[in-house]
């Protein structure tokens, strides 16, 4: 029987299919989501035609159905409209048969109408590179004939490989489960520390906070793989990275924040609510200790912490928020630490204030948290006018 070009242990086989399928995961992180999608980075046209190449081998995906179908995601993240968040559709939906949805949603002309422009439209991605069939078959035709029939199962693999891990896991458990770094209005988590089984994907909440980002990675224990990639291409000039994750800076206290103090407050807003969530959480929990006695059983208590804190609604029922507004108002603490919240994050909304009615605001924020009586804000008010560009 023939065995095939490569006559291998058993676990070589196993390695082969990893370091195959693991070349699929890198271009689907590099070309399709970070180049593709989001714009993150530039490629050379050498290695931009391998991802798109490759992809068409193993996937069988078309170049503009993804990045349109990932951008309606960023777009309507959480909604009805969001082609696949376990917050609506339900985790084991999303996880099991994430694949399926990508498929239903590449049906919708408007979706790849609005949100697929600017992705490749050459002769080879209308005449080759759409024929998925073709792509995945050729690719079972060499899996057979390096590995002999063990191929077959390679080639399986393969064919699972990203469905499962990235419609499934990154869309489905990045989505449910895992850690925060940013406080972003979706409920995107980080699985791990280290992005190196899914490409770097796995720190998805970095991502949502940052979408425009190469790098996915944003702590200093945090590993994204496919981030050591793109700088290996830059080192062979065949990338280059436009924009990162910026990390906080901090100067000496000013006495009055100013422009420059604004600038920083808006491009590290994540990294600010973030620290104003920390900051208070001590004050929420002993306010809403004390409200449990006199209105027991009328409120959730979870979900009255995290929406004084971070305004997070999704998870609130019909009328639930305001219930939880007439709760709130029997707390001045808790009264002043949802306004407060709710004006600090307008400096960074979209708006037709001027950057000096902006400042104004901002002037008049510091001045009311020092005022506020409650020690956590006035310290964070301290920490706010240290930020630095």
């Given at each position: 029987?023939?065995?095939?070009?490569?006559?291998?242990?058993?676990?070589?086989?196993?390695?082969?299919?990893?370091?195959?399928?693991?070349?699929?995961?890198?271009?689907?992180?590099?070309?399709?989501?970070?180049?593709?999608?989001?714009?993150?980075?530039?490629?050379?046209?050498?290695?931009?035609?391998?991802?798109?190449?490759?992809?068409?081998?193993?996937?069988?995906?078309?170049?503009?159905?993804?990045?349109?179908?990932?951008?309606?995601?960023?777009?309507?993240?959480?909604?009805?409209?969001?082609?696949?968040?376990?917050?609506?559709?339900?985790?084991?939906?999303?996880?099991?048969?994430?694949?399926?949805?990508?498929?239903?949603?590449?049906?919708?002309?408007?979706?790849?109408?609005?949100?697929?422009?600017?992705?490749?439209?050459?002769?080879?991605?209308?005449?080759?590179?759409?024929?998925?069939?073709?792509?995945?078959?050729?690719?079972?035709?060499?899996?057979?004939?390096?590995?002999?029939?063990?191929?077959?199962?390679?080639?399986?693999?393969?064919?699972?490989?990203?469905?499962?891990?990235?419609?499934?896991?990154?869309?489905?458990?990045?989505?449910?489960?895992?850690?925060?770094?940013?406080?972003?209005?979706?409920?995107?988590?980080?699985?791990?520390?280290?992005?190196?089984?899914?490409?770097?994907?796995?720190?998805?909440?970095?991502?949502?906070?940052?979408?425009?980002?190469?790098?996915?990675?944003?702590?200093?224990?945090?590993?994204?793989?496919?981030?050591?990639?793109?700088?290996?291409?830059?080192?062979?000039?065949?990338?280059?990275?436009?924009?990162?994750?910026?990390?906080?800076?901090?100067?000496?206290?000013?006495?009055?924040?100013?422009?420059?103090?604004?600038?920083?407050?808006?491009?590290?807003?994540?990294?600010?609510?973030?620290?104003?969530?920390?900051?208070?959480?001590?004050?929420?929990?002993?306010?809403?200790?004390r409200l449990k006695a006199s209105h027991a059983g009328r409120f959730d208590v979870t979900a009255l912490k995290r929406w004084v804190l971070s305004?997070?609604?999704?998870?609130?029922?019909?009328?639930?928020?305001?219930?939880?507004?007439?709760?709130?108002?029997?707390?001045?603490?808790l009264t002043t630490v949802v306004t407060m919240r709710e004006e600090l994050t307008a400096l960074w909304a979209r708006s037709n204030a001027t950057?000096?009615?902006?400042?104004?605001?901002?002037?008049?924020?510091?001045?009311?948290?020092?005022?506020?009586?409650?020690?956590?804000?006035?310290?964070?008010?301290?920490?706010?006018?240290?930020?630095?560009?």
């Amino acid at each position: 029987m023939y065995s095939g070009l490569f006559d291998l242990p058993w676990w070589g086989y196993v390695l082969a299919a990893l370091a195959l399928t693991h070349v699929t995961i890198a271009s689907v992180t590099i070309f399709l989501h970070r180049h593709q999608a989001h714009r993150a980075l530039e490629l050379h046209p050498v290695a931009s035609h391998f991802f798109r190449f490759w992809l068409w081998l193993t996937t069988g995906m078309v170049t503009r159905e993804w990045a349109a179908i990932h951008r309606k995601h960023h777009a309507k993240c959480e909604t009805e409209d969001d082609p696949h968040s376990p917050q609506t559709r339900g985790l084991r939906k999303v996880l099991w048969q994430g694949a399926e949805l990508y498929r239903a949603e590449a049906k919708n002309a408007e979706t790849l109408q609005r949100y697929g422009h600017g992705t490749p439209d050459d002769w080879l991605e209308r005449k080759v590179y759409r024929h998925s069939v073709a792509g995945v078959s050729i690719m079972m035709i060499i899996d057979l004939v390096a590995f002999g029939p063990v191929g077959l199962t390679i080639w399986a693999v393969q064919m699972a490989w990203i469905p499962f891990w990235a419609a499934g896991v990154i869309n489905g458990v990045g989505h449910f489960w895992g850690y925060r770094n940013f406080d972003c209005a979706d409920a995107s988590r980080n699985l791990v520390p280290w992005g190196v089984l899914i490409g770097g994907e796995e720190l998805h909440n970095n991502h949502h906070s940052f979408a425009t980002s190469a790098k996915l990675s944003a702590k200093w224990y945090e590993f994204d793989i496919g981030w050591m990639y793109i700088r290996l291409l830059e080192m062979l000039r065949l990338a280059r990275a436009k924009k990162i994750i910026p990390t906080p800076r901090f100067g000496e206290l000013k006495l009055t924040p100013d422009f420059e103090t604004l600038q920083a407050i808006v491009t590290h807003r994540y990294d600010v609510m973030t620290r104003y969530m920390a900051s208070l959480r001590r004050v929420c929990a002993d306010e809403v200790e004390r409200l449990k006695a006199s209105h027991a059983g009328r409120f959730d208590v979870t979900a009255l912490k995290r929406w004084v804190l971070s305004g997070e609604e999704r998870h609130l029922k019909d009328g639930e928020k305001e219930q939880l507004r007439d709760v709130v108002a029997h707390s001045q603490a808790l009264t002043t630490v949802v306004t407060m919240r709710e004006e600090l994050t307008a400096l960074w909304a979209r708006s037709n204030a001027t950057r000096e009615q902006l400042l104004a605001q901002l002037h008049d924020w510091v001045a009311r948290a020092e005022q506020s009586g409650i020690q956590q804000l006035q310290e964070f008010s301290l920490r706010l006018r240290r930020y630095a560009a």
